[in-house]
């Protein structure tokens, strides 16, 4: 059975989606009312080398390194991680993961900033594959996480109101791209898993 939704994340080295070199990407695939721990259990993390991008023609900026530079050492762990590997293979895990956690045609794949996250995709794609057909997802449910947030809360800002208390109550981490999947999962699941 196909899985209600997707989400993804990336952690980037730059502000600027087309030359944008990743350091980590997130995913979790399920269903509405499933637990932190579920999703955690079955979800998807990887930390990416930059080398290899940047002989892509990727490259990050000053601007964003100096961000890095103020977040908190938590957050900051994902640029000295030593377990990382090729955005080439990061790629070709998250297409076996999505295939393994069952993503179909009918699940929705939710992103908190298509306009970044799915360029990056599709640019990384273009770049290593020559184009961009090999989505493991299908494109045309691909949905931003923001406008969902805001109908859903009847908000302008892209959080639900107790955004901070269920973030604070699941113990995530700023800036992991794992655990940012699942700080929009539980805005959104709190909202539509009592609709379903």
């Known amino acids: ?12 080295l730059s502000n600027k989606p087309l030359t944008a070199p990743i350091i980590s990407m997130g995913a979790i695939a399920g269903n509405w009312g499933d637990s932190v721990e579920q999703l955690k259990e079955t979800g998807f993390y990887c930390n990416v080398r930059t080398e290899e991008q940047m002989e892509l023609g990727l490259k990050p900026n000053k601007e964003t390194l100096k961000w890095w530079l103020s977040q908190g050492p938590d957050a900051q762990k994902v640029i000295g991680a030593k377990n990382k590997i090729t955005i080439q293979e990061c ?36 770049k290593i594959y020559g184009s ?24 302008d800002n892209g959080y639900a109101p107790n955004a901070r208390d269920l973030i604070a109550d699941a113990g995530l981490v700023e800036h992991n791209a794992l655990d940012d999947c699942i700080k929009d999962y539980l805005q959104m699941n709190q909202m539509i898993s009592h609709m379903l």
């Open 1 to 12: 059975m196909n899985k209600d939704f997707l989400f993804f994340d990336f952690e980037t």
């Open 91 to 126: 790629l070709q895990l998250f297409s076996s993961w999505c295939e393994l956690s069952e993503i179909g045609q009918n699940t929705k794949t939710w992103i908190r900033a298509p306009h970044f996250d799915m360029i990056i995709f599709e640019n990384l794609q273009n």
């Open 132 to 155: 961009s057909d090999h989505y493991p997802f299908n494109h045309w449910k691909v949905r931003d996480v923001r406008t969902a947030i805001d109908l859903l809360y009847g908000v």
